[in-house]
């Protein structure tokens, strides 16, 4: 019998992300379709377009999982994490 293992706060940080990036590159897709180009960068989006990412993006990141802090103290997690690559 297989017992499942409790996820590592590394593996949910980068499923969060990769959920996160896959939202960006949906609403991109989407309005890159509407406009009949093939590329759009988030700065291209409309102001009503880029509140609609950021709700959604805010969707993922408000439930951080159990044990886990709020989105801001997420982010400078994250934001530190990445700092440390560079």
Do not use: Y
Not at 25 to 41: F, G, K, T
Request: net charge neutral; charged share 35%.
């Amino acid at each position: 019998m297989l017992v499942a293992t409790p996820e590592t706060r590394t593996e949910q940080d980068t499923k969060v992300v990769e959920e996160a990036i896959r939202i960006i590159q949906d609403h991109l897709d989407r309005e890159a379709r509407n406009r009949r180009q093939i590329l759009l960068e988030p700065k291209d989006l409309c102001p009503m377009q880029k509140a609609k990412l950021v709700a959604d993006l805010q969707a993922v990141f408000d439930d951080p999982g159990p044990g886990r802090g709020s989105f801001g103290d997420w982010v400078r997690g994250l934001w530190a994490s990445v700092r440390r690559l560079f």
